[in-house]
T-cell receptor
Framework: NAGVMQNPRHLVRRRGQEARLRCSPMKGHSHVYWYRQLPEEGLKFMVYLQKENIIDESGMPKERFSAEFPKEGPSILRIQQVVRGDSAAYFC????????????FGPGTRLTVL | QKEVEQDPGPLSVPEGAIVSLNCTYSNSAFQYFMWYRQYSRKGPELLMYTYSSGNKEDGRFTAQVDKSSKYISLFIRDSQPSDSATYLCAMRDNYGQNFVFGPGTRLSVLP
């Protein structure tokens, strides 16, 4: 039973380029969460999605960031026109349901913006 | 005041010691409490999950929740070098869709 999968594990972009981060939830999980972790800081919630729906995007920056979870395929976190401050580890988590279910994390994508 | 606070450490203990990791929080509506362990450059892995107040034990790990004091703890008995990691507490209320994480405490268990 594969866990949460994320790719790429490492991503290097130059300022102004686009970054696409992918997340495949655990089998049987239909809820996906994206978090950002800066060095020496805790996880900061960004967005919560179910298939084809954004449920809560209160943690997403208003510009340049978007997320989707299509009916088929992985969830994608997209960062347009990246800046150096976007450099961080981005973690995806999934759960079977909401409310009482716990979240299981993927290994993360480390984004470096040059 | 941050919503969830943890002593950032680092905390260094000798092998075999009992470790106490703690979080305090400000939102009295939090009902679900988790502890995650995160090794360097890895994703967090769930260690313990408790609902409301009380204790929960799993092997060498014990989680305690004191809602009256807004204080949760994770105890590690007979600590091992393999326990060296960052420990994150997380919590949420009955209605929130997402968890609020503490900043993490870095633990080093020295052989």
């Amino acid at each position: 039973n594969a866990g949460v999968m994320q790719n790429p594990r490492h991503l290097v972009r130059r300022r102004g380029q686009e970054a696409r981060l992918r997340c495949s939830p655990m089998k049987g999980h239909s809820h996906v969460y994206w978090y950002r972790q800066l060095p020496e800081e805790g996880l900061k919630f960004m967005v919560y999605l179910q298939k084809e729906n954004i449920i809560d995007e209160s943690g997403m920056p208003k510009e340049r960031f978007s997320a989707e979870f299509p009916k088929e395929g992985p969830s994608i976190l997209r960062i347009q026109q990246v800046v150096r401050g976007d450099s961080a580890a981005y973690f995806c988590a999934s759960s079977r349901g909401q409310n009482t279910d716990t979240q299981y994390f993927g290994p993360g994508t480390r984004l470096t913006v040059l | 005041q941050k919503e969830v606070e943890q002593d950032p450490g680092p905390l260094s203990v000798p092998e075999g010691a009992i470790v106490s990791l703690n979080c305090t929080y400000s939102n009295s509506a939090f009902q679900y409490f988790m502890w995650y362990r995160q090794y360097s450059r890895k994703g967090p892995e769930l260690l313990m999950y408790t609902y409301s107040s009380g204790n929960k034990e799993d092997g060498r790990f014990t989680a305690q929740v004191d809602k009256s004091s807004k204080y949760i703890s994770l105890f590690i008995r007979d600590s091992q070098p393999s326990d060296s990691a960052t420990y994150l507490c997380a919590m949420r209320d009955n209605y929130g869709q997402n968890f609020v994480f503490g900043p993490g405490t870095r633990l080093s268990v020295l052989p």
